[in-house]
């Protein structure tokens, strides 16, 4: 390599020849006519199948996490109208929160039977107070103002506390597609992309503990048996030996409650 790089670097010299040079080059160089492989390959190789490594699915990239302050509103708004309608907004987030609180404040007016088939009781005044809600424009959006929306968008909503291993069903209409929402201890919302399936659904509902409600955690102490709470206790994974029933209730509160 030094014969040639010296020869390369001082082709001028006056004792060199040019043709010699570049002659003695070729067989260092790729040809179209003979393209050649830098590794040694043998074309009698198998690639034993057990070494083939399986594609992973990666949920990260199925997420999406808003940057405004309300962010239960956008993770809702993308779940109907797609990250790309987000994107599209560009600056004008707060005008078309306002256009679409107004929207569906109008929607429902016309439609607040809708309100009914909800898995939460709404009376009359509930209903009420809920559309002054949206008229107001309010700065972040409430548990209860999810239904306004479910009622508009015509989809199914469960909102889920990982480190309380813990859900909120919001539910129109079972046979419609669900969506579930993530939030955290400080109330940061995303947004699993894809619909949830039967089957996400039925992981959740057997690892998860479903709150009896967004202003109750859980039912009274009276309401169940040892066996019903020792039950809760395994799916948290939290140990239940030798516990008495209201130890038991007491666990399984600290764990869910939000």
């Not at 306002?98 to 404040?105: G, K, S, T």
């Not at 919001?170 to 419609?176: G, S």
């Not at 993530?182 to 709150?211: M, T, W």
Request: glycine fraction near 2%.
């Amino acid at each position: 390599m030094t014969t040639i790089g010296n020869s390369v670097f001082y082709c001028f010299h006056k004792n060199n020849n040019v043709k010699d040079i570049v002659q003695s080059l070729h067989p260092y160089v790729f040809t179209k006519d003979e393209p050649q492989s830098i590794v040694n390959i043998d074309k009698n190789y198998k690639q034993d199948p057990s070494a083939v490594q399986p594609t992973t699915y990666s949920p990260e990239t199925d997420y999406f996490i808003p940057a405004q302050k309300d962010g239960l509103f956008w993770c809702l708004y993308v779940a109907m109208y797609s990250y790309g309608e987000y994107s599209a907004i560009h600056r004008n987030y707060g005008l078309k929160k306002m256009e679409l609180n107004q929207e569906i404040l109008d929607f429902l007016v016309d439609n607040n039977h809708l309100m009914k088939q909800v898995n939460h009781k709404f009376s009359k005044v509930a209903i009420t107070e809920l559309l002054a809600d949206l008229s107001i424009n309010q700065q972040s959006t409430t548990f209860v103002n999810v239904y306004a929306y479910l009622c508009f968008y015509k989809f199914n909503v469960y909102i889920i506390n990982n480190e309380k291993k813990s859900y909120l069903p919001f539910i129109f209409d079972a046979e419609l597609p669900s969506f579930f929402i993530y939030v955290d201890g400080f109330k940061q919302y995303k947004l699993r992309l894809e619909p949830a399936s039967s089957s996400d659904i039925e992981h959740l509902d057997n690892n998860f503990v479903c709150l009896e409600g967004m202003n109750k955690t859980m039912k009274s102490l009276s309401a169940y048996k040892i066996a019903d709470l020792t039950t809760i206790m395994e799916k948290l994974h939290l140990p239940s030996s030798k516990l008495k029933k209201n130890e038991l209730y007491t666990t399984i509160l600290e764990t869910i409650h939000w």
